[in-house]
């Protein structure tokens, strides 16, 4: 087996790829802001006996970024596999009521660091004649919501580039892919309004997906035979139908 790098790994989906793919055999090269997290991570995953890289990296610091790839120690060449999970949500305000800081946050995050990393692991890819590069969108790039604003703008472009991606690379044998859930408890509505409570009341009475079934679908994407690019994957938990309409009813 190669490597997989996974942005973002020290929670939620990037952790769940990080645990799915190394019980598979497959080398690890991680990044987070919590450098904490991804030593308590890489420290457990060591039983599986793969090797694994990680590094602080904050993925809205461009140079931070540069830096990261160019860290790579060779031994964990070739990248198979660049999952793109790191991103996050700001608030829920209206567009006028919105804090600049964290529309900047969500850009540099959700769509610039994803530039940056990509445009750095396209050439290896390139040279090992290979690859597969994985964008974590949403069904907020699919549809928008009240409040959802600039974070719904930032996976709608994260669902227009990755079409855009695979025109690029479509003589390179890079397959491209993106995976674009509907609510998943992860941290990310606490991370969004920075408050526990407030993040608890998004998953009531409903049966959310989880961290572990993105990852399970994201690793069933990327081992898919060298000629099969399965291009796009909506996942949305049973009782959710459209970004508005959901069932909250139904275990009452």
């Known amino acids: 087996m190669g490597s997989v790098l996974i942005t973002g790994a020290s929670s939620g989906i990037g952790q769940a790829c990080a645990e799915v793919f190394a019980k598979n055999g497959y080398n690890l090269i991680l990044n987070a802001r919590r450098i904490d997290k991804l030593e308590k991570i890489s420290e457990e995953l060591k039983k599986e006996n793969v090797n694994i890289f990680y590094k602080k990296t904050d993925m809205s610091n461009k140079d931070e970024i540069f830096n990261f790839v160019e860290s790579i120690p060779k031994e964990f060449y070739p990248i198979d596999i660049l999952i793109n999970n790191a991103g996050l949500s700001r608030g829920l305000e209206s567009l006028d009521q919105g804090n600049i800081d964290d529309w900047n946050e969500m850009i540099d995050t959700n769509v610039k660091g994803v530039l940056y990393i990509t445009k750095l692991i396209i050439p290896i890819m390139k040279k090992q004649g290979f690859g597969h590069i994985i964008n974590l969108g949403s069904i907020a790039g699919h549809e928008s919501y009240p409040g959802g604003n600039v974070y719904c703008a930032t996976k709608a472009a994260i669902k227009s580039l990755t079409k855009s991606l695979r025109m690029d690379l479509i003589r390179t044998n890079i397959r491209v892919s993106s995976i674009d859930p509907g609510m998943v408890e992860t941290e990310f ?64």
Request: proline share 5%; net charge positive.
């Open 189 to 252: 509505s606490e991370v969004r309004f920075r408050d526990k409570q407030m993040a608890k009341k998004v998953y009531e009475n409903i049966k959310p997906l989880y961290a572990k079934d993105i990852a399970d679908v994201i690793f069933y994407v990327a081992t898919r035979p060298q000629h099969v690019n399965i291009q796009d994957v909506i996942i949305m938990p049973t009782q959710q139908a459209s970004v508005l309409i959901n069932d909250r009813d139904y275990n009452k």
